[in-house]
């Protein structure tokens, strides 16, 4: 049983430039979390989607938006990315209503030249 | 202040030596979890705690509600236990699931 799939695991992208990152849940799991982790901080949330909406949102701008699929799995989208948006973006997934089950994916390392 | 605290921020041990990492937090959860990451990798979940204790291997995890505090054992540590390991709250009553994460807790286990 395949966990929380993300892709790609490693990008470099130019300042300014636009990324799209995506996650695949575990199966059996409907929602999905996103988090962004700098380097020695803990995970930050950005939003989670739940049937194919933004359910909840962190303190992210504009430039952060998202979208889910009918099959659950989710995009991140980040637009005029800055040097300050090198992070891991990590993607969990669990199962609404339930508090058990969250489970993380190994993340995308993204930089930003 | 934030919402979880965790202490110490960094540990070194010698392997066998028994570690314990605390966590405050000042909200109202249904759950904590605790978390590991190894360097330049992903989060795996060691523990979800709602109450008691629970016990995987050499990890020990218990929670007291009352006094919002959590705390990780490790016994007979060991240099593959080297990792930061993160408490992580589920805020009571809020939607389903945003968790708070704590900074972290980088464990550096010597042979």
């Known amino acids: 049983d395949a966990g929380v799939t993300q892709s790609p695991t490693h990008l470099i992208k130019t300042r300014g430039q636009q990324v799209t990152l995506r996650c695949s849940p575990k199966?059996?799991?409907?929602?999905v979390s996103w988090y962004q982790q700098a380097l020695g901080q803990g995970p930050q949330f950005i939003f989670q989607y739940y049937e194919e909406e933004e359910r909840q949102r962190g303190n992210f701008p504009d430039r952060f938006s998202g979208h889910q699929f009918p099959n659950y799995s989710s995009e991140l989208n980040v637009n005029a990315l800055l040097l300050g948006d090198s992070a891991l973006y990590l993607c969990?997934?669990?199962?609404?209503?339930?508090?058990?089950?969250?489970?993380f994916g190994s993340g995308t390392r993204l930089t930003v030249v | 202040k934030n919402e979880v605290e965790q202490s110490p921020q960094n540990l070194t041990a010698q392997e066998g030596e028994f570690i314990t990492i605390n966590c405050s937090y000042s909200?109202?959860?249904?759950?904590l979890h605790w978390l590991q990451q190894h360097p330049g990798g992903g989060i795996v979940s060691l523990f979800m705690?709602?109450?008691g204790k629970k016990k995987h291997g050499r990890l020990i995890a218990t929670i007291n509600i009352q006094e919002k505090h959590s705390s990780l054992h490790i016994t007979a540590s060991h240099p593959r236990d080297s990792a930061v390991y993160i408490c992580?709250?589920?805020?009571?009553?809020?939607?389903?699931?945003?968790?708070?994460f704590g900074k972290g807790t980088k464990l550096s286990v010597k042979p």
């Open positions: 992580a709250v589920m805020n009571y009553g809020g939607s389903q699931g945003n968790l708070i």
């Open positions: 909200v109202g959860i249904s759950a």
């Open positions: 969990a997934s669990s199962l609404d209503r339930h508090y058990y089950g969250y489970t």
């Open positions: 199966s059996g799991h409907d929602t």
């Open positions: 705690l709602s109450s």
